[in-house]
């Protein structure tokens, strides 16, 4: 099992997703509780967001395929297809996206995953600063230790603990032998020094 990151390496683009303030508190006013990754399905309702890309000035110019905005990841067509394939438990809503002049018509999406972990987390061999029990979150996590299969045979499940997605050693080697761009899968172990988000 990996987890899915962010590649934050110097020569990889890191655009900036800014999504529009309007569009989210149209959708935190129709949601009581808006939360993607929380097993709760937001296709039927989920409205139109736009979201702004633009480059960082200090990494190359360019697009990723898993990018990170507040409050969701966005994932491209590109990873949506490699998920498709494995059937990973997921919704894909669809965003508006705005690159420079360019509008990315169905080319980037909200991604919802809807297998949840709460207790994955190996706790007597991992080392965690604090646990919060109420809400099951580990923070200051200096080792971490995943409990062995605790995705089963699921390509894909949320981790609510350290609030990253786990990837299935099979869907890992597929994603890098895709080719996307801006994303890695990490070993556990290289939590949280090399997780990048």
Not at 146 to 163: F, N
């Amino acid at each position: 099992m990996k987890l899915l990151s962010f590649d934050l390496s110097r020569d990889t683009p890191a655009p900036i997703a800014s999504p529009n303030l309007s569009d989210l508190h149209r959708l935190w006013d129709s949601h009581e509780r808006f939360h993607l990754n929380m097993g709760k399905s937001y296709a039927a309702t989920w409205p139109v967001i736009r979201v702004d890309i633009e480059d960082d000035r200090e990494r190359p110019r360019g697009l990723t395929d898993f990018m990170l905005t507040v409050p969701f990841r966005i994932a491209s067509a590109r990873l949506v297809n490699v998920l498709r394939e494995f059937e990973c438990e997921c919704e894909y809503l669809p965003l508006q996206v705005r690159y420079g002049s360019e509008r990315l018509v169905g080319r980037y999406f909200a991604l919802n995953v809807q297998r949840i972990l709460k207790c994955a987390i190996d706790r007597e061999h991992s080392v965690i600063g604090f646990y919060d029990e109420e809400f099951g979150m580990a923070e200051d996590i200096e080792e971490l230790v995943l409990k062995e299969g605790a995705i089963g045979d699921a390509p894909l499940a949320y981790l609510t603990e350290i609030g990253r997605f786990a990837v299935s050693d099979e869907l890992a080697d597929a994603l890098v032998k895709t080719g996307l761009v801006g994303l890695q899968t990490i070993g556990p172990e290289l939590f949280p020094t090399r997780i990048g988000e």
